[in-house]
């Protein structure tokens, strides 16, 4: 028999991992001006807000999963990919210390936790994510967030890799074109991840 929703996402086995709702990414500050407009299209801050909402009320814990770069690049491989030499023309793109590598505010939470990388675009290498779920107990990852373009396809693969189930909240994660972030749901995340919508994780959790 298939697993449900509610077992994948089950309270005390689940965490919610938020991937780069960060103010310089899809908020007032953001470079990605076309990924920002994606996600008020799809209403995708305000979906992953309910998510992170409804999972702090069943004791899921919520993992803010945040890049950041210092002034200084140390510790940031910086021209080993197109998109990262392009991205730190701007020397001030998203630097340590400032407003812009801040969570948005709809998704903040002061208990969550926070999972920084200065490298690469997916949470699980180069930081102790790995650890900090396997120390709570965790064996599904819920992934909300930004892109479907890099960060939540290696998110999803990371995870499986490492022996999570996860589950992608459909219309709490965005990506450009839009349907091309169609595409990736379709052809890759779903050969990885249980997918679901912000409504039918919320009422599994409610009905927990």
Aim: aromatic share 4%; proline share 6%; net charge negative.
């Amino acid at each position: 028999m298939p697993i449900t929703l509610a077992e994948l996402a089950e309270p005390g086995h689940a965490a919610v991992l938020v991937m780069e709702m960060q103010r310089g990414v899809v908020g007032d500050l953001t470079g990605f001006p076309a990924l920002a407009d994606a996600c008020a299209a799809g209403d995708v801050i305000r979906n992953a807000a309910r998510v992170a909402t409804a999972a702090r009320a069943v004791g899921v814990p919520v993992v803010q999963c945040t890049a950041a770069f210092r002034a200084d690049r140390a510790g940031s491989h910086t021209d080993n990919a197109p998109f990262v030499r392009r991205l730190l023309r701007d020397p001030a793109h998203m630097l340590e210390g400032t407003p812009a590598i801040e969570v948005v505010p709809e998704l903040s939470g002061p208990a969550d936790l926070e999972s920084r990388r200065y490298h690469g675009f997916s949470p699980f290498t180069g930081t102790s994510l790995d650890q900090t779920l396997r120390s709570l107990g965790v064996r599904t990852v819920v992934a909300v967030g930004v892109s479907l373009n890099l960060g939540v396809p290696g998110l999803c693969l990371e995870a499986v890799n490492l022996g999570y189930r996860v589950v992608a909240v459909t219309d709490a994660m965005a990506g450009v074109p839009a349907d091309y972030a169609d595409a990736v749901l379709t052809h890759t995340v779903a050969l990885l991840a249980a997918r679901a919508t912000a409504d039918e994780l919320v009422r599994a959790w409610k009905t927990a």
